[in-house]
């Protein structure tokens, strides 16, 4: 097995992920200053400006409670000292091998096999298993999966599927506004003729941004989080020592999972594997095929 | 003109050397204490492993007080890890601990009554947890011993280790696979 340094990769990583939320946000600064030109072009740069401070504020609130609403989202309880002890032991030794500070170990009331990791970063940071994955995983399998957990919270990942998760809901607001309007100035006849020709450029392309930037985010966010999928398998792999053990976990959970754990589509970016099935999935899937990652693993 | 030119230049490049510098520097001493810092992780668990021993020779006696032999070791063992000093003493008691605990929950399975004893359970999946996170904790050491001997010994990071007086490689743990085997007892 290949023995990088995880320091390595995690800045690696951080760097490919800024490449990659960069485009994100200039479409949603883009479809700010169109929105702007068209409604109030004398306020452009206000709106632009408030644009900017509302994302942030986003960000910072969902940054500082993000992780308490998930976990009461999906129920999660904290593991018992007695009872999980051998979760909660299996969680406080992987950190151990990865180097961070043991992330506190929940449990959720779920017959699926799955487990997900929430938090800002490696000091505040949880991780919850379903009770499913308990009863149906051996030793090895369940180390692999808290393992893929794990190396999320190390690399940062959920830091930044939450930033995403803002952008990508913003966007979907604006165009949604955009969109609106245009449907309603259509109703209420010509809006003055002066600067013609801008203007209906504007619209244009207004038109083409609304349409496209809320699927462009969505493609972005999926291509982050597949490829950050594909690091977590291989960090877990390099934790455990043991590539198999989370290969043969992934394999029960194609076996036994309906696919239909209820869950948002918002968070299930932060699940081990994709809580819910869809048929756009091969297109927007958040996670890539359980099948891929196996052979992946296998090959290590 | 020209020679405000050059003199930006030069401070740029200046700027650039200090940045790569301390750069460096950073990144040989960080990972230096990450060693540190993974050994006292390691330290961490050994003391709380000892702290658990005499609950099960407690328990274990008084179920299976005659195996006299199996339990002189553990304490034994359990002495000599408390009384080390030094990492590699401390990672060698460890070690024989390590194998002593292996017999007595070996010897466990002979008595069911003991067995079936809910503190003895806890204790046994207690002492497995820290078992398996001293071995975690040592593959982080030796991770963090890789990073920091590479940082010293490739280019250009050495010639910044050999200003700093930091030419030595740190040595790595060795696991055994003896230590990570179950033992099989017959009977």
Redesign the interface.
């Known amino acids: 097995m290949q023995r990088t340094s995880f320091y390595d990769q995690i800045s690696k990583n951080k760097r490919n992920s800024v490449l990659l939320v960069l485009p994100i946000a200039a479409l949603v600064v883009a479809l700010l200053y169109v929105i702007g030109y068209i409604f109030a072009p004398g306020l452009l740069i206000f709106i632009v400006m408030f644009g900017i401070i509302w994302m942030t504020l986003q960000a910072i609130v969902s940054y500082k409670y993000g992780d308490r609403a998930v976990l009461s989202v999906m129920k999660a309880k904290p593991a018992d000292p007695v009872k999980h002890v051998y979760l909660i032991n299996t969680v406080e030794g992987l950190s151990l091998a990865a180097g961070i500070p043991a992330p506190k170990a929940y449990v959720i009331e779920s017959e699926e096999i799955n487990a997900f990791a929430v938090g800002n970063d490696p000091q505040h940071a949880s991780i919850g298993v379903t009770t499913g994955a308990l009863e149906n995983l051996n030793r090895a399998e369940l180390e692999g999966v808290v393992g893929h957990e794990i190396s999320h919270v190390k690399n940062y990942d959920i830091r930044l599927m939450t930033m995403i998760a803002v952008f990508v809901g913003f966007a979907a607001i604006l165009s949604y506004l955009l969109l609106r309007s245009f449907w309603f100035s259509r109703g209420s006849g010509e809006r003055g003729g002066k600067g013609g020709g801008l203007i209906i450029l504007a619209i244009l392309i207004g038109l083409i941004l609304a349409v496209f930037a809320p699927i462009a985010t969505r493609l972005v966010q999926a291509m982050i989080s597949r490829r950050r999928e594909f690091l977590a398998d291989a960090s877990s792999a390099q934790l455990t020592r043991y590539p198999e053990g989370l290969a043969s976990a992934l394999e029960k959970i194609k076996k036994k999972n309906s696919g239909e754990m209820n869950v948002s589509e918002s968070i299930s970016h932060l699940f081990i594997t994709d809580p819910k099935r869809s048929p756009l999935d091969e297109l927007f899937a958040t996670h890539p095929p359980i099948e891929k990652r196996i052979e992946v693993l296998r090959a290590m | 003109m020209l020679e405000w030119i050059l003199l930006a230049l030069i401070v740029l490049i200046i700027v650039i050397l200090v940045a790569i510098f301390f750069g460096y520097y950073n990144r040989i001493i960080s990972s230096s204490n ?1 060693i540190d ?2 050994w006292s ?1 390691i330290d961490v ?1 050994l003391k709380k492993r000892a702290d658990l021993v005499p609950n099960l020779v407690e328990t274990v006696k008084g179920y299976a007080a005659h195996e006299k032999k199996a339990i002189e070791m553990v304490t034994n063992a359990r002495e000599r890890m408390v009384g080390a000093a030094g990492v590699k003493e401390k990672m060698d008691a460890s070690g024989k601990l390590t194998a002593a605990l292996k017999t007595i929950f070996a010897i466990a399975e002979n008595y069911p009554n003991l067995k079936a004893n809910e503190n003895f359970k ?1 204790l046994q ?2 002492l ?2 820290i078992e ?2 001293i ?3 040592r ?2 050491y030796n ?2 011993v ?2 920091y001997n ?1 940082a010293i010994t490739t280019f250009p990071g050495r010639w910044f280790a050999e200003r700093m007086g930091r030419t030595e490689q740190k040595p790595y743990f060795e696991v055994t696979e003896k230590e990570r085997a179950v033992p099989k007892v017959a009977f």
């Open positions: 990450r810092s993974a992780q668990q806890l999946e207690q497995d947890g398996s996170k071995a975690y904790a593959q982080f991770d963090s890789l990073s590479n």
